[in-house]
């Protein structure tokens, strides 16, 4: 919103938002009517490798290019190329590749009258990086079980079983593939509850975990 406009007390102006995206690790800028580059946040910044003093004033076709426009951008004409694809790749000033999600909207100013555009920018690379050191960890933990000298399995909360290390295959005389996902119950029919997974003697227990692990030996 360009700053020439005032806002009622109970408005809250682009500028803020900015503030509050920026709390929240969200990229945002705002374009005015003549499609410059007004206002971008801290996180907007570092993920397009763009200074605000660099961009601002200048047409965000011109800061933004090879980025496509977005088919809901108010100021986008009728002849130019647009997408409806909010998934973007967007690469920073360190040549790194950010997956972002790009959202838009119009910004109104004290007369209900269209004065801006505000984008908002998404970064997944902090999900994508969590989920890889999850996979990572729990990749880890599987070799470090596959390895022990005792058999060990482990079973969801409906019984199922999730794993199953090399040693659990040559006692028991099942491979890991005939047993995965099979009901603890079915394979070891003949293995009293206390012994092994006993926790699921008790469905419909609210105090049950979401998994559990159990060992066997020779």
Partial sequence: MSKTHKNPGNMVSSEAWLEIMDELNIGAFTVGLNRQVTSMNLTA???????????S???????????PCLAKCPFRGSNEPGTREPLIQLTNGEDTIHWTTRMAAPVFGCDGEVVGCMTILQDHSPITDLIDRIHHEEQNTKIILDNLDVGIFTVDRGGHITFFNTEAEKIVGYSRREVLGQPFAMIFSDTPPARAGGIFAQKGSCSCPLSSFSWCST
């Fill in 45 to 55: 910044q570092a993920l397009l490798g763009v200074k605000n003093s660099e961009a």
């Fill in 57 to 67: 004033g200048r047409n965000c076709r011109e800061v933004f290019m090879g980025v």
